[in-house]
């Protein structure tokens, strides 16, 4: 699902040159979940954004769902994101001024599916916000924001799910009862996950434990 080899990833910023990934290797199996742990600044979010095509490697190889992404324009990681790839943040990313309906069906409506709107009930249903459908974000609570932004990275059907702490700005139990949804709609659709996260308990949940110390990879649990 994911292959990286030997992936650099460096910014000049200020007059200094700063290398935020180096010689990172990872390969994730269709429906294989991985935890990815390590200090805060050690590259963590970058590397989702490299998988997600966000951000460009400097050096080295990326391949997700077969597409190598150095070949891919910018449509190109546009449709691979939009299509193929489900998305989670820690501060949730929907759109303030949209329903939670058309939040969920924006990823349909762009791909053109003429089922976009019945098919982005259905999945604000499995997430138990059918009732909350009209609702803007600024009307939800934080638990059922990241409800509709989890329906909103599945409704797809996407093989690869990358959250980066999409538990973060939530309390525990509010918090648990997120991941649950999202480990059951994962496990659930066969669809592989990197979850960034700081919560070891989370990261135990997972296939593997990989762990991030200056842009470094290393194997906490193989
Ligand atoms: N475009 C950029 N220009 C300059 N520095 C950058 C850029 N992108 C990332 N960095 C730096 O790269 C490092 C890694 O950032 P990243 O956001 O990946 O860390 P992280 O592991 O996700 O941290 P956190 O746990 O706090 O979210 C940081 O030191 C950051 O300042
Ligand atoms: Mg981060």
Do not use: C
Not at 86 to 111: K, M, R
């Amino acid at each position: 699902m994911i292959a990286m080899s030997s992936v650099e990833y460096a910014v000049d910023h200020s007059g200094r040159h700063l290398e935020i990934l180096r010689g990172v290797n990872l390969e994730v199996a269709p429906g294989e979940f991985v935890a990815l742990t390590g200090p805060s600044g050690s590259g963590k979010s970058t590397l989702l954004a490299l998988i997600a095509g966000v951000e460009r490697a400097t050096s080295g190889r990326i391949r997700v769902d077969g597409l190598d992404l150095a070949t891919l324009a910018e449509e190109g990681l546009a449709r691979l994101r939009r299509e193929r790839l489900g998305i989670v943040f820690q501060d949730f990313h929907l759109i303030p001024t949209l329903t939670a309906l058309e939040n969920v069906a924006l990823p349909l409506e762009l791909a053109g599916r003429p089922q976009a709107m019945s098919q982005a009930r259905t999945l604000l249903e499995q997430v138990g916000l059918g009732d909350r459908a009209e609702h803007r974000p600024l009307e939800l609570s934080g638990g059922e924001q990241q409800r509709v932004a989890i329906a909103r990275a599945f409704v797809a059907r996407p093989a690869l799910i990358l959250a980066d702490e999409p538990t973060g700005n939530l309390d525990q139990e509010t918090g648990n009862r997120v991941m649950d949804l999202l480990f059951g709609l994962a496990r659930s659709w066969h669809a592989a996950m990197v979850l960034v996260t700081h919560n070891p308990d989370l990261a135990a949940r997972t296939d593997r434990h990989l762990r991030l110390e200056a842009g470094i990879l290393h194997t906490v649990k193989p």
